[in-house]
């Protein structure tokens, strides 16, 4: 199917295909300590009615290509996933119709200064889509249902919140028509770094030959790999320069924890 | 034309009390279909098939990141408990940042699979399997429910 026929039939015809699903916004959401409130808007999209669940656990990325879940987590953790309710926890949306999920911080007295987390999970699920091609007269019929859960993080902040990163352990390696960087990224303060990765290759006369621009959270420590498409390289010696800020252009700027920007570079050398 | 129909959606949900930040979704288009299965005769479902494959879209905020996995059932259950085996190969998944068929990367859908939201915010994941039906299979309607969840990486 091409591109503008699956979005028309989301969009709007989506009755043809039983589309089910919900749109979620915003797509991280910050809870301040004065207010202990915060706000997720559903809209549904489509012409049938979705049933929508909507729950909580402790998790954070782990690495550029994990969500690390946290079933019990233990005293130490700066988990706000036990504390922040959702009202309501189970609704049904109409179809093109929207509802706002309204969160509610309760943390425990005596909550140190810094910033908690949490997942908010948004389970939605529709009426059963048709099995297309299952004859009347099979002996054996099979009906699969979908189910799609949204996951976006929670932010809590309370008092003083900073954060920063540091840097170590820059390194490269050309791989294919790519080049593989590799750094041990480790969050500083009371609250998860939340900004972006701008790694750079330039030529020995500065001239830049790759660049690529990725958004991270460091929670804990982690070591991201990111690959900048080099193509057929001409040999001869490269600078790679990775630039650590917490500029997001998804996040509004006052969401967003300021820390001065990071920098590491390292010399890359094409045989 | 899409750009337009994307646009009006936007516009009916970003005109909220959160307007600033952006909107996220995972929408099931169309479910994994095997059609008529003959006991002990597996039958297989192409990530490619149009028809019969798995289909999902997802839309998140330009240059963000998503984790997707799967949950996915190991069998199917039919009448007075029978079960029906069903199976994900390593390749039985794919994703298209230009939500064309034609044009998947494929990935093993029993593990997390990272995605670049693109300049227009959307994607399709497609999904196949193996359905394998004993040679004794019990007549009778299996049911069973993939989950595809979506992650955001702030």
């Known amino acids: 199917m091409k591109p503008t026929g699956l979005w028309v039939a989301l969009l709007l015809g989506a009755v043809r295909l039983g589309a089910q699903g919900v749109v979620i916004a915003p797509h991280a959401v910050f809870i301040d300590a004065r207010t202990r409130s915060g706000a997720v808007l559903l809209y549904n999209p489509n012409t049938e009615p979705v049933e929508v669940a909507i729950s909580f656990f402790f998790g954070y990325p782990a690495t550029d290509s994990v969500v690390r879940t946290v079933e019990h987590p233990d005293s130490t953790s700066p988990s706000a996933a036990s504390w922040i309710q959702a009202f309501p926890r189970r609704l049904t949306v109409p179809p093109l119709e929207r509802q706002t999920i309204r969160l509610l911080a309760s943390p425990p007295p005596g909550l140190a200064d810094g910033e908690y987390w949490a997942r908010l999970v948004i389970s939605a699920k529709g009426g059963q889509l048709p099995v297309t091609g299952a004859a009347d007269t099979a002996r054996v019929k099979v009906g699969l249902t979908l189910e799609v859960r949204t996951i976006i993080g929670v932010f809590y902040r309370k008092g003083a919140v900073h954060t920063g990163v540091t840097l170590s352990g820059l390194r490269t390696a050309v791989v294919g028509d790519s080049l593989a960087v590799w750094a041990r990224l480790t969050q500083q303060g009371n609250a998860a770094y939340i900004g972006s990765a701008r790694a750079v290759l330039v030529d020995s006369a500065g001239k830049t030959v790759s660049e690529i621009k990725v958004p991270i959270g460091v929670y804990y420590a982690m070591e991201p790999r990111y690959a900048l498409p080099i193509g057929a390289l001409a040999p001869g010696r490269y600078r790679l320069r990775l630039d650590l800020s917490t500029g997001r252009e998804d996040l509004a700027p006052e969401l967003v924890l300021s820390s001065p920007p990071v920098r590491d570079s390292a010399e890359v050398r094409v045989p | ?154």
């Not at chain 2, 998947?104 to 300049?119: H, K, L, N, W, Y």
């Not at chain 2, 915010?121 to 429910?145: E, I, K, M």
Request: proline share 7%.
């Open chain 2, 1 to 154: 034309m899409r750009t337009r129909w994307y646009t009006l959606a936007l516009t009916v949900v970003v005109a909220t009390p959160v307007f600033g930040q952006r909107p996220i979704a995972v929408t099931g288009v169309q479910s994994l279909s095997f059609g008529t299965l003959l006991p002990g005769v597996p039958t297989v479902v192409s990530r490619t098939d149009a028809a019969k494959s798995g289909q999902f879209m997802i839309q998140g905020p330009h240059g963000t990141q998503g984790q997707l996995t799967f949950t996915l059932p190991s069998v199917l259950t039919g009448p007075g408990g029978a079960t029906l085996a069903l199976t994900f190969g390593g390749s039985d998944a794919g994703y298209s940042q230009s939500q064309n068929i034609g044009s998947q990367i494929g990935f093993d859908p029993r593990q997390a699979f990272v995605v670049t939201f693109s300049q227009q915010g959307s994607g399709s994941v497609f999904l196949g399997g193996t359905a394998r039906p004993a040679p004794t299979q019990r007549a009778g309607a299996y049911t069973a429910t993939i989950t595809l969840n979506l992650a955001t990486f702030p």
